[in-house]
């Protein structure tokens, strides 16, 4: 089965606005990913943060990870038309396997 | 350094014909990952290996899909005979090993295959 499904599914925003969007899982983790896929493209890491982590930065995103509520955020500040894209995010389940969620579509307006 | 590399990019099939995919992962990754993603959707794990070894192919339709990691470093993966829900992106991964749990992916670009 697959964990992580993202909240909300789609998201259209004008480039300089902030994008967050949500994920949330439902067993105990090691770690949390996020990646990026381009339409037509493999999908890209973005960022990892492990499950004794509450928030990590790299550049203009933003994570935060809150394993009581078996949620994490995704926030993309000052967005450019370049991150247009689908997000993802992935749990690792302690099983070595890394299971992705639906995907959250962002569109970033020019 | 090149990354995963797959082929073919896209394929086109009749039902019932077999089709193959093909990746090379980053060099010195052990591990590799075979996933499909239908339009729309997460990519959903087929198989792992570490190494030459199948390690996790619980979720792989066996009686239509195989896959090999001949000397632990290319992977071939086969569906025959192919069905139409067989419609996706494959999409191959590897990472290295490492501590505490598992680590970032590097994904190919996918071979989109398309079953008529």
């Known amino acids: 089965s697959q964990q992580g499904e993202e909240d909300p599914q789609a998201l259209s925003i004008q480039e300089g606005e902030n994008a967050t969007m949500n994920c949330s899982y439902k067993?105990?983790?090691?770690?949390l990913q996020w990646y990026r896929q381009n339409s037509g493209r493999g999908l890209v890491h973005l960022i990892l943060?492990?499950?004794?982590?509450r928030e990590k930065h790299s550049g203009r995103l933003r994570v935060t990870l809150d394993t009581s509520k078996k949620s994490s955020s995704l926030l993309i500040t000052a967005s450019r038309a370049a991150d247009t894209a689908s997000y993802f995010c992935a749990t690792d389940q302690g099983n070595n396997r890394l299971a992705f969620g639906k995907g959250n579509q962002v569109v970033v307006i020019p | 350094e090149a990354g995963v590399v797959q082929s073919p990019r896209y394929k086109i099939i009749e039902k019932k014909q077999p089709v193959a995919f093909w990746c090379n992962p980053i060099?010195?990754?052990?591990?590799l990952y075979w996933y499909r993603q239908n339009l729309g959707q997460g990519p959903e794990l087929l198989i792992r290996?570490?190494?030459?070894?199948?390690?996790?192919d619980s979720q792989l339709p066996k009686d239509r899909f195989s896959a090999e990691r001949l000397k632990g470093v290319d992977s071939t993966l086969k569906i025959q005979p192919a069905e139409l829900g067989d419609s996706a992106v494959y999409l191959c991964a590897s990472s290295s090993q490492r501590e505490g749990g598992t680590g970032e992916l590097f994904f190919g670009e996918g071979s989109r295959l398309t079953v008529l």
């Open positions: 943060i492990r499950s004794n982590e």
């Open positions: 067993t105990s983790i090691n770690n």
């Open positions: 060099s010195g990754h052990n591990t």
């Open positions: 290996y570490e190494n030459e070894e199948a390690v996790d």
